[in-house]
Each structure stands twice: as structure tokens, then as C-alpha cells.
């Protein structure tokens, strides 16, 4: 048998890609007509891994890609369109605030506040918050609010 010897497998796996290909083709359309032509329906079939894999897919390397991703008007509109900001999916939203920290998107900062007082896991908030610290809004944010603390329920409290 082949597995009793070196080489290759006796077989050559084939394995489908069309849930990664409709991630790619709307990103592509996405950048391309700068969300024109999107509608909410384009990710109403997509599984939740699709979902975490298109929003990586915005955040890639590529110039084109980074460019449009600092269109404020453009993430306003996806947002719109596919709700992001709303989901109940704390993977989608801490890629989506990611992705909006970046881009300096101003009207953010109070779902993105939110979101960081619900959760606790610290592989969402260690990055965000460092994020908001990089980011203007986010600084100016943090150094308005220095006389508050807030504790672990939640709620601000005034220092004393």
C-alpha cells in the first residue's frame, strides 16, 4: 500500500471553493463599483464563516483593497446595507469596528464603546482598545473622558 512507502497519495483531493469564491467576488464588486450596485441580499446566503471571511477579506494587503476600506461613505453605506454594527455575532462585530477603527470612522466609537462593555474576551478588547488608542477619534475620546473610570458592571463613575 502507499502508505507503507514514500510518496505521493494515490488520489488527488479536489475540494469545492464556492463559498470562498462568492466571499472574493463580493469583495471584488464592492471595490471595484465602490459599493454601488450592493444590495442587502448579496450576503443573505452566507454562512457565518463567510461572513468572518469576507470581512478579513476587506482588511487585506492589497492597495486597492486598503484604499477603499478608507472610505468612510463606503463603510457607512455596508454598514447600512448588511448591518454589521447590529450583528449579534461578537466575531462579525469585533472584525467590523476593527475595520472602521482603521479608517478613522467617527460614528463608530459609541457601538464600538458598547461593544467592549459587553464582552470580555480579551482576544476582542485588547485589540480594539489598543486600536481607539491609536486612532485620533479614539485619543480624543479617552482624553475627554479621563476623570471617568468605568468599573466591571459597566456603569461610569466619577473619580474622586
Known amino acids: 500500500m502507499w502508505f507503507k512507502s514514500p510518496g505521493r497519495l494515490p488520489v488527488d483531493n479536489s475540494f469545492d ?29 452566507f454562512q457565518p464563516q463567510q461572513i468572518l471571511k469576507f470581512l478579513d477579506l476587506l482588511q487585506d494587503e492589497e492597495k486597492s483593497c486598503q484604499t477603499a476600506m478608507k472610505d468612510t461613505e463606503l463603510l457607512q453605506k455596508l454598514d447600512m446595507l448588511y448591518e454589521f454594527s447590529k450583528s449579534g455575532n461578537a466575531e462579525v462585530k469585533w472584525r467590523w469596528f476593527t475595520l472602521c477603527i482603521k479608517a478613522e470612522k ?26 481607539l488608542f491609536n486612532s485620533k477619534f479614539g485619543l480624543c475620546f479617552i482624553s475627554s473622558y479621563n476623570c471617568l473610570e468605568v468599573d466591571f458592571s459597566g456603569r461610569e463613575a466619577a473619580v474622586a
Open 17 to 45: 471553493s464556492s463559498l470562498l469564491d462568492a466571499c472574493i467576488a463580493l469583495k471584488t464588486k464592492i471595490i471595484s463599483n465602490k459599493g454601488l450596485d450592493c444590495k442587502a441580499e448579496d450576503i443573505k446566503d
Open 106 to 131: 467617527d460614528d463608530i466609537l459609541q457601538p464600538t464603546i458598547e461593544f467592549l462593555l459587553s464582552v470580555g474576551r480579551m482576544k476582542f478588547v485588547r485589540p480594539l482598545y489598543r486600536l
